[in-house]
Structures are given as structure tokens and as C-alpha cells.
T-cell receptor, first 114, second 113 residues
Framework: AQSVTQLDSQVPVFEEAPVELRCNYS??????LFWYVQYPNQGLQLLLK??????LVKGINGFEAEFNKSQTSFHLRKPSVHISDTAEYFC????????????FGKGTKLSVKP | EAQVTQNPRYLITVTGKKLTVTCSQN?????MSWYRQDPGLGLRQIYY???????DKGDVPEGYKVSRKEKRNFPLILESPSPNQTSLYFC????????????FGEGSRLTVL
């Protein structure tokens, strides 16, 4: 079955520290990968996406993610977080051959402390 | 401004009283979808539409109806709401295809008493 797993439901971190939010998927077909961010009381907005090509993709607000096909992972990283990065982050996957529906992980709440 | 607009943003209702949550997008997107977000469960798809007059069930369609009579609008209908439908609902749209970015509305928080 095709699924998306975000391994951490909550990640607390101090300001200016690095952070990695983990995402793994299970699929036997090619995938398209996305990270979305949800700030408090708002809808989701796209951070970055991997469609093809370079496995390291850069997004908004200094975030980047690396696609690792052998490990079926798409972890999100930022070298130095700010208080304003406090939000919930969702990994999402589209599977080639599907009708285009996104399957979301359960989310990771990033809490940045001063 | 390109946007997805949902109404109402907040609603408290009682069991069994029919309600409609409207969703409208101004980006001429073909694909539209409804999700519900519950703590610890992430986003789960309720219904989606690939184009006008084409709708299909997502993962959790029970208790919901949708229609797509116009490209820009995709209302979510709860014919007889129940407390287990208390949730945060999001409408989203995209140009379609499997590489397109989803654009989300700001959400509608529904409480069913």
C-alpha cells in the first residue's frame, strides 16, 4: 500500500539551531514529493517540491529537502531556525499513475524556542 | 489576487441541521478537493473533482456530498451533520496533473453539537 510517514509528531528546537524533519514513503512506483507548511490559524502553503532532476531541492524561507530514492525518504532541513518557523509541516506524495491526489503525512509540529 | 475562498470560516451547528461550506477559486483551476484536518491524523481527503461535473470519493467521504457545476465553485454539503464531523475543513485547488501545486483556502472550523 502507498503511504507517507512523518516520523516525529513534535520537534522542539532552540532558535538558530539546525533542524531536520523526517518523511518516508512506501511505493513501488515513481513519486512526486512535496513539503507544505501551516502557520497557526492559516491554510497550507507550499515550501518546496521534488519532481525530477537534482535530488536536493531548495524552497522558501531557507528550507531545503533531499530526495533519497534508495531510502524512500524526503527529509526537510534548515541550518538555522527562527522563532517565525514555528508551524506544522506536512510531507505529501503523489504517486505516478494516480489521479493526481496528494497523500499527506500526519504532520510534524516544529516549536522554536528562544 | 489568486486565492481560494471558503465560507463560513467558523460555524457551530447542531446534529442533523443541513449545512453547506462554500469554496471558490479564481485561478481557473481544473482540480479541486476537500480535506478535513484532525489532531494526530493530518489531512484526509473527503472528495475531489478533476473538472466540471466530475467528482470522486476520497478517503473519508461518508456523510458528505459535493457538486461541481461550475469550474470555480466546489461546495461541501453535510446533509445531516453529526458530532464526529466536528473538524477543520480545507478546500484546495490546482491546475491538475500530477505535478501541480495545491493552493489551499484558510480553512473552515466546524463544530457539531
Amino acid at each position: 500500500a502507498q503511504s507517507v510517514t512523518q516520523l516525529d509528531s513534535q520537534v522542539p528546537v532552540f532558535e538558530e539551531a539546525p533542524v531536520e524533519l523526517r518523511c518516508n514513503y512506501s511505493s513501488s512506483v515513481s513519486v512526486y514529493l512535496f513539503w507544505y507548511v501551516q502557520y497557526p490559524n492559516q491554510g497550507l502553503q507550499l515550501l518546496l517540491k521534488y519532481l525530477s532532476g537534482s535530488t536536493l531541492v531548495k524552497g522558501i524561507n531557507g528550507f531545503e529537502a533531499e530526495f533519497n530514492k534508495s531510502q524512500t525518504s524526503f527529509h526537510l532541513r534548515k541550518p538555522s531556525v527562527h522563532i517565525s518557523d514555528t508551524a506544522e509541516y506536512f510531507c505529501a506524495v503523489r504517486f505516478r499513475g494516480s489521479q493526481g491526489n496528494l497523500i499527506f503525512g500526519k504532520g510534524t509540529k516544529l516549536s522554536v524556542k528562544p | 489576487e489568486a486565492q481560494v475562498t471558503q465560507n463560513p470560516r467558523y460555524l457551530i451547528t447542531v446534529t442533523g441541521k443541513k449545512l453547506t461550506v462554500t469554496c471558490s477559486q479564481n485561478m481557473n483551476h481544473e482540480y479541486m478537493s476537500w480535506y478535513r484536518q484532525d489532531p494526530g491524523l493530518g489531512l484526509r481527503q473527503i472528495y475531489y473533482s478533476m473538472n466540471v461535473e466530475v467528482t470522486d470519493k476520497g478517503d473519508v467521504p461518508e456523510g458528505y456530498k459535493v457538486s461541481r457545476k461550475e469550474k470555480r465553485n466546489f461546495p461541501l454539503i453535510l446533509e445531516s451533520p453529526s458530532p464526529n464531523q466536528t473538524s477543520l475543513y480545507f478546500c484546495a485547488s490546482s491546475f491538475g496533473g500530477i505535478t501541480g501545486e495545491l493552493f489551499f483556502g484558510e480553512g473552515s472550523r466546524l463544530t457539531v453539537l
